[in-house]
């Protein structure tokens, strides 16, 4: 039996062998764990420690022990919450402890869609990795119709859940209950039509699923995915009719390099508009122009708001936050920036601007987005995003898609030369675009740009070192100076703290006049559009982070104001931010979208009867 | 309705008709703690829902801990197939239930209790409530109960969904936390972290019903009842094949011979001891003695008469697992399925040694790699009705 805590540094420390090899434990760790210190590596697949997740329902991290006291006899158990025992034996790799650990990845596959070569996962698979290691080579109990009657949910414009795929780790409830406090997944059906569902058996389109796309960082297999629209793009590049015009946001650069085998963190900028050029894209811009573009439009809407007492004012900017807001909390809408999106902003701008400038159809140009972003997707269908009856950004394409589309086209970035922009209309950005990447990004740059309209000048110090911590919600002063004064701002970055911030809001105990919200944990270069990692959740968080600093530092512009191309659309066809044409063109609205109950669970519980019997 | 009219056939005189469920609460409120603990550790008493864990040991684990506040928590979620022992003792000794409850809360030092009552048993709960409303009038239950010492009990009842798996302990703390029942990780412990992360004792409701007798006629009482090696008695639900099923108390060490000729159970073919996911023991067995250790038993006897198709019985049970499982480990989701399917070919075509050597491996897994015991069990009545009986399949030498 456990004792918790005996002593603050008087640690029990236990005693064991892993195969053969003596280990020491500490008191109440896991076989498993205890095994990943001494590199002893034990197949598994629900467990997930980045995220504390061990449901224990693979059961394929079976190893085989013997206690001190045990007659030589050996015992089988899953190593991922069995604590070391001082004594204990423990075999990895005795022929028991593999050919159980085979059987379970042998039963996992009976119950799972065979068409490897179809899969997004293939070859980055989790489930793959494991068969191979426990040697799997035969399929007994694979059964076509339990495959067959799976449910493939395609509702969403942004995420698809294949049930065929998936071995019900609960990995994805997981990070939607403790990491986001979504709660937008649950567990479905006993027995074998145990699945993962939505909550009141909704579709994802329908559900209060904010397609934030963690689940799909966390995901082992192909279940969890987002909707392919990589030939969608393909057709379009060679069909010579179309303008393609392509954008891509502040954390793909610094999120890309680990696909074709560079280091995280690299800024591949230069290699993406390479690879984007080289497969045949018209027009190729960069997001960072866009959030300059945002900066403009909300700054000055930030600083009417303050005069006229109306405070705070959320971001806009972050789609899934959008979405939970007008989902979880539509009472909190009239809060939130009109602002539209860095992305849509663009797309507005290339059908607009652009064609007048480079003398060009605008019915002819396909705008395409790269994101790290689910959510992204389904901002681009929202109906409130369309102009004259068409979207303003025509596809928008995941990370993960983008490589597969490089990948698709024979190109490996790593072995590219960089190019640098070369559109003069909406090529250039300001460290302050840059930044947009990162939690803290948007309001450091608002601020910047914010200062300077207050004072006439820049800030010094450039940075604001105050707003760029990493905790879920952090809180700051900015004494803006001049005609705004003292500032109060919040940042936060998770569903979580976001709906902290929220609840405070409403309940009347904020006192913030700004508040950045980003879904994602750690911002976009977390987002759900990402590369995924295997057996890891955001692994790379701090160093995609610090290469977008360090491209704000690098920048010879560093305040959005101060983007020459932005002051050109201004002087050209915008007029001044806020205007009526840029109201018109470069701002929207929200909808409430609360799920209400229409049945309480007391009069489903009135339906139910007690079944004839079965047996 | 009147629970006396449905209660089952009591086939001779019950321990429990001699006890007064007061007198147990009683002399353990006078005790301290340790005390009460340790003489439910001398009489031997082992829980009767099925794993028979030694009753005295967990509460003394409970004891120890240091969560506050603790919960004592009753199983009365009898889902076993061929069990019904514990209705008996819900309709007819329900104070004794509720007292063991309460002397477990003064040995563990928990002051509430619930009654999880399955689904099936909800025309039993405005008698419990009566029977539990009683119980306060008297003084077994509610504020300082203990007389000179400052102990208070109070019992509230919860109702089941009707999953079968919510028997097992940690599943059933689950659906109690108002989740869906799926058994959980067994490190921590209930008595560690149980119902809302607390220190919990799930006791069945036949081993909280012994616990005031035991107080009341001391350990040795119940100890001398069985043999040396098993103390005590327990209680049968007996069906099937036989002129006389209903429900038996008898000391350990009883022979499965003697049952059965108690119940007039003429000729059996085989005897299925412990439920759907007990063991089916052949004739050769029949001398076999109730004890664990031999015959472990969840307090069910179903006998099967001669003219009984015994893979029709291993089917049924199959089936019964397959639809209770709760699906989240991949051995019980696909296995019972697989198995399920494997037992209608085998009753359709035969077994040839290849698929004998795949199916024994899926049921020798699934019972090794289960999540909780109901993926471990579920095999069992197959490999047992397999060893004992594959001559009735077709095509077999």
Redesign the interface.
């Known amino acids: 039996m456990e004792h918790e805590h005996e002593e603050a540094g008087a640690k029990k420390i236990l005693h064991a062998t892993i195969n053969g090899v003596a280990v020491e434990a500490e008191e109440n760790e896991t076989i498993l764990h205890c095994a990943r210190r001494y590199g002893v590596y034990i197949p598994t697949l629900c467990e997930l420690d980045d995220i504390d997740h061990t449901p224990g329902t693979c059961r394929v991290c079976l190893v085989e022990f013997e206690m001190p006291s045990g007659d030589g006899k050996t015992k089988l158990a899953t190593s991922c919450n069995t604590p070391v025992v001082e004594g204990m034996t423990v075999q990895t790799r005795s022929p028991r402890a593999r050919s159980a650990q085979r059987l379970q990845v042998e039963l996992l596959l009976a119950d799972h869609d065979q068409d490897c070569a179809t899969c997004v996962r293939h070859g980055s698979c989790e489930l793959q990795d494991v068969a191979q290691f426990v040697g799997l080579h035969e399929n007994r109990f694979y059964k076509p119709s339990f495959v067959e009657k799976r449910p493939v949910d395609d509702s969403s414009p942004a995420m698809i859940r294949d049930m065929s795929k998936c071995i019900r780790c609960q990995r994805c409830i997981a990070i939607c209950r403790e990491g986001q406090g979504v709660d937008a997944l649950v567990q479905v059906g006993i027995g074998q039509d145990k699945a993962v569902g939505l909550r009141f058996g909704l579709s994802q389109k329908e559900s209060t699923c904010v397609t934030c796309g963690q689940c799909v960082l966390v995901c082992p297999t192909g279940a969890l995915g987002e909707r392919d629209e990589t030939d969608k793009v393909l057709d379009w590049i060679y069909d010579p009719e179309i303008i393609t015009v392509f954008q891509f946001a502040p954390a793909v650069r610094v999120a890309f390099g680990e696909e074709f085998g560079l280091p995280p963190g690299a800024n591949v900028q230069g290699q993406i508009i390479t690879a984007l050029k080289r497969i045949g894209a018209d027009i190729v811009l960069d997001t960072n122009f866009g959030a300059d573009l945002v900066i403009m439009e909300e700054s000055a809407e930030l600083l009417k708001r303050l005069a006229s007492g109306s405070r705070p004012t959320f971001t806009s900017c972050c789609p899934a936050w959008i979405n939970f807001a007008e989902i979880h909390y539509p009472e909190i809408l009239p809060y939130l920036s009109s602002t539209k999106s860095p992305m849509q902003s663009m797309g507005m701008i290339c059908k607009t601007y652009l064609p007048e400038k480079m003398v060009l159809d605008p019915k002819k140009i396909r705008t395409i987005a790269i994101m790290p972003c689910t959510a992204k997707k389904d901002e681009a269908a929202r109906l409130q995003l369309q102009f004259d009856g068409k979207a303003e950004i025509d596809v928008v394409l995941t990370t993960r898609e983008f490589a597969r589309m490089l990948r698709r086209e024979g190109i490996n970035i790593a072995k590219l030369e960089p190019s640098d922009f070369d559109n003069p209309y909406m090529g250039e950005f300001s460290g302050a675009g840059a930044i947009f990447g990162t939690t803290g990004g948007v309001m450091e740059a608002a601020v910047r740009t914010m200062y300077y309209v207050a004072n006439g000048k820049e800030y010094d110090a450039i940075e604001f070192e105050q707003l760029r911590g990493f905790e879920g919600v952090r809180s700051a002063t900015v004494d803006m100076g001049g005609s705004i004064g003292i500032v109060k701002v919040a940042m936060c970055h998770g569903l979580k703290p976001a709906r902290e911030i929220a609840e405070l809001v409403l309940a009347g105990k904020a006192d913030f006049d700004f508040i950045e919200v980003m879904a994602c944990p750690g911002g976009c270069v977390d987002g759900g559009g990402n590369l995924r990692s295997k057996k890891a959740y955001m692994p790379n968080a701090l160093k995609r982070r610090a290469t977008l600093y360090n491209v704000d530092r690098q920048q010879h512009v560093r305040q959005s104001h101060n983007n020459e191309q932005i002051k050109t659309l201004y002087r050209d066809f915008l007029e001044k931010p806020y205007s009526d044409k840029a109201h018109h063109l470069l701002h929207t609205m929200y909808t409430d979208r609360k799920q209400t109950l229409t049945r309480t669970v007391k009069e489903i519980w009135e339906d139910l009867t007690i079944s004839d019997p079965l047996y | 309705m009147d629970v006396k009219s449905v209660r089952g056939f009591v086939g001779n005189k019950l321990s429990f008709s001699e006890v007064s469920a007061s007198d147990g609460v009683k002399m353990a409120a006078e005790m301290a703690p340790e005390d009460v603990v340790s003489i439910i550790t001398a009489s031997g008493l082992k829980g009767r829902g099925g794993a028979g864990f030694p009753t005295g040991k967990k509460w003394e ?1 409970a004891f ?1 801990q ?1 969560g506050h506040p603790k919960y004592i928590i009753g199983n009365a979620d009898e889902g076993e ?1 061929g069990t019904f022992k514990d209705r008996l003792i819900l309709t007819d000794f329900p104070e004794l239930v509720f007292a063991g409850m309460a002397i477990a809360g003064c040995a563990v030092g928990a002051e509430f209790g619930i009654l999880y009552l399955r ?2 048993y909800g025309w039993l709960r405005e008698h419990l409530e009566a029977a539990i409303a009683h119980c306060r009038e008297k003084g077994l239950l509610g504020k300082a109960i203990g007389g000179g010492k400052d102990f208070s009990f109070d019992i509230s009842i919860r109702m089941g969904s ?2 079968y ?1 919510c028997g097992e302990e940690t599943a059933l703390l689950e659906s109690l936390e108002g989740r ?1 029942g ?1 058994a959980r ?5 209930p ?2 972290a149980g119902y809302l992360g607390k220190p919990t004792v799930v006791n069945n409701v036949e081993t909280l019903a012994w616990v005031p007798c035991i107080l009341v006629k001391g350990p040795s009482w119940f100890a001398g009842m069985g043999t040396r090696k098993a103390p005590g008695a327990w209680l049968f639900s007996v069906s099937g094949d036989c002129k006389r099923p209903g429900i038996y108390e008898y000391p350990f060490g009883t022979s499965l011979r003697q049952i059965l000729a108690d119940v007039g159970a003429d000729n059996p073919k085989a005897v299925q001891v412990g439920g759907a996911s007990g063991n089916c023991v052949p004739p050769s067995g029949f001398d076999r003695t109730m004890t664990p250790g031999d015959l472990a038993t969840g307090g069910s006897i179903i006998v099967f008469g001669p003219g009984q198709d015994m893979f029709a019985v291993a089917e ?1 049970f199959q ?2 697992f ?10 019980c ?6 198995l399920l ?1 494997a037992i209608a070919r085998m009753r359709a075509n035969g077994l040839d040694k290849d698929s004998e050597r ?1 199916v024994r ?2 049921a020798q ?1 699934m019972s ?4 909780c015991g109901l993926g471990q069990m579920s095999p069992r009545a197959f490999l047992s009705i397999l060893n004992n009986f594959a001559g009735e399949l077709p095509g077999h030498a």
Do not use: M, W
């Open positions: 684990y120890g240091e197939p689904a099936e009707g999953a798996i869906r799926d990780n067994r490190i921590p412990f008595v560690q049924n089936h019964f397959a639809d209770e499982s709760c699906g989240q480990c991949i051995p989701r696909v296995g019972n399925q697989r399917e795949t491996q899926l897994t090794v790699a289960s999540k």
